[in-house]
């Protein structure tokens, strides 16, 4: 049998493929180009136009675009009325920002378990961490696989919550028909360059509520207003004047990303087919080998995958998950965890959260990584993915 190259044989290739790489072509970088050379760099119409754009695509009312999905989370979070003592639940299975934006606003994060088969946040386990604190549920698109949206939409009905959908894995995703964007209270989206689509850096906050919206745009930009219309007191002095009307920030996104967003924006539909075609050949490969465990797909779900995680079995194989990782990096692949759950940090472990919190999330982290899964990768980079996970397995199997 060959050998895998970290125990003597030879590489499936010489070139690494990435686990996660931005597509921009020659199209997106003369619409950046042409924002460039505009009068507008920054709080311009290109904004506007990719917030317009957005609303196109996933059906939402509104869309607020800010410099990261952490800060979209942020003041998501702030919108939906956090304080001060407040409690947010969400999933350990995701970044961090996740759970941060509860501490950013003075309250805490209460994590809740996951399906073991999906991998998304459990609706059984977030009922059963509701008190009388709770004000919101971040509840998690991973992997870009949608979220339980109708028991997490009636659980939070029921008890007075706000449903804030981080949907910084699922843009070009849809639950039962609805794209992601128009499902929850409000929606929370990442234009990273591993995303399905860039601006660099970069999020937004989608929602149907009016409500939300104003405020959304006040806490973006230092709290402020200029529309005499909504000024809090009056007469103002001239069309210079403005107000702080709350304590706001300096997430604003510049017009070069936008206009970035709105060349990708164009794609997407492409970048989604892509990203589809690759994990229908992943799933054929791996679903019939006894030493992995596919994650599985909700079929309500039609899922646009950010990620694609093979889970090791390793009762099954004579390896640990790091000398598999290890072995796949000197086949040419790199690989990537997500994630470490986010309570066995030494920041959360200091706040009192310890591990054993959530068994499944936990149990699941010992065993995955993601695999490259990108719009730009070839048929013989799948091809080449596919033989280095086949060979490693043949290597170490028990």
Known sequence: MEKPAIAGGSPVREQKIYYGRQWVSQEDVDEVDKTLLSPYLTCGPKVEEAEKKLCEYTGAKYAVLVNSCTSALHIAALAAGMGEGDELITTPLTFMASANCALYCGGRPVFADVDPETYNIDPDSIKAHITDKTKAV????????????DRISAICKEHGLVFIEDAAHSIGSSFKGRMVGSLADMTCLSFHPVKTITSGEGGAVLTNSKEYYEKLLLLRSHGMEHDPDKMLEGPHEGPWYYEQQLLGFNYRITDIQASLLISQLGKIDNFVSRRKEIVARYDKAFSQIPELIVQKNDPRSDTSRHLYL????????????????????????QCQIHYVPVYWFPYYKSLGYTEGLCPNAEAIYKGIMSIPL???MTDSDVDDVIAAVRKLVDYYRK
Not at 138 to 149: F, I, S
């Open 310 to 333: 093979l889970r090791l079995n390793l009762d099954k194989l004579t390896c640990t998950r790091r000398q598999f990782y290890d072995a796949m990096s000197a086949e040419g692949i």
């Open 374 to 376: 990108y719009p730009a």
């Open 138 to 149: 971040v509840a998690v698109d991973y992997t870009g696989q949608v979220v339980d949206v």
